[in-house]
């Protein structure tokens, strides 16, 4: 059964810091991994898909890496913002049949301030 | 496109009420996710569904629960009877047709009904 642990349950930060969130995986055979925000009181958006060829994937001041072998996948947030405070979650499809099966981590909590 | 479209926003029932959750997913998107969110448990798959045929349904926690889908564009989520150790926020998903092979399943997700069972 796939498992998915985020670390750090929760991280605060001042503005204009670079940071890390980190996403964990026990099950390494995945299609790809995706990186959500949820923002309070809101649905989920999806911020980046890395396919399991790929190794990161960029967008704006986001880049998520995946290294499969070692089950892990990271979001790098450039120059953080106060804006940039949700919860962030990983999340991972099932194989086969139940590839629209995803498996979310807990969340890493992010807040910046100003 | 007005996206994926949840009601209501917030519910509160009492205890052996009936309760349904209803979604409009995204136009042309064949794949529609129902999910539970709570402090405790995190985010879980209930049940979702691909051109309107349910796929897998291992996440509905028990009998009380039952989730449909009659057309492509609409699906409800009941609940019968609720009990208070269902109160959370569920959500509900869409995906447009996968391209390319497997793997490219990008969901869109609604703003959620928040369920209160007294």
């Known amino acids: 059964k796939q498992e998915v642990t985020q670390i750090p349950a929760a991280l605060s930060v001042p503005e204009g810091e670079n940071l890390v969130l980190n996403c964990s995986f026990t099950?390494?055979?995945?299609?790809?991994l995706q990186w959500f925000r949820q923002d309070p009181g809101k649905g989920l958006t999806s911020l980046l898909l890395?396919?399991?060829?790929?190794r990161e994937q960029t967008s704006g001041r986001l880049n998520a890496s995946l290294d499969k072998s070692s089950g892990r996948s990271t979001l790098y947030i450039a120059a953080s913002q106060p804006g940039d405070s949700a919860t962030y979650l990983c999340a991972v499809p099932a194989g086969g049949t139940s590839y629209g099966k995803l498996t979310f981590g807990q969340g890493t909590i992010l807040t910046v301030h100003p | 496109d007005a996206g994926v479209i949840q009601s209501p926003r917030h519910e509160v029932t009492e205890m052996g009420q009936e309760v349904t959750l209803r979604c409009k997913p995204i136009s042309g998107h064949n794949s529609l996710f129902w999910y539970r969110q709570t402090m405790m448990r995190g985010l879980e798959l209930l049940i979702y569904f691909n051109n309107n045929v349910p796929i897998d349904d291992s996440g509905m926690p028990e009998d009380r629960f039952s989730a449909k889908m009659p057309n492509a564009s609409f699906s409800t989520l009941k609940i019968q009877p609720s009990e208070p150790r269902d109160s959370a926020v569920y959500f509900c998903?869409?995906?447009?047709?996968?391209?390319?092979?497997?793997?490219?399943?990008?969901?869109?997700f609604g703003a959620g009904t928040r369920l209160s069972v007294l």
């Open positions: 890395i396919q399991s060829s790929q």
């Open positions: 998903a869409s995906s447009p047709p996968l391209g390319g092979g497997a793997g490219l399943n990008i969901q869109y």
């Open positions: 099950d390494s055979a995945i299609y790809n």
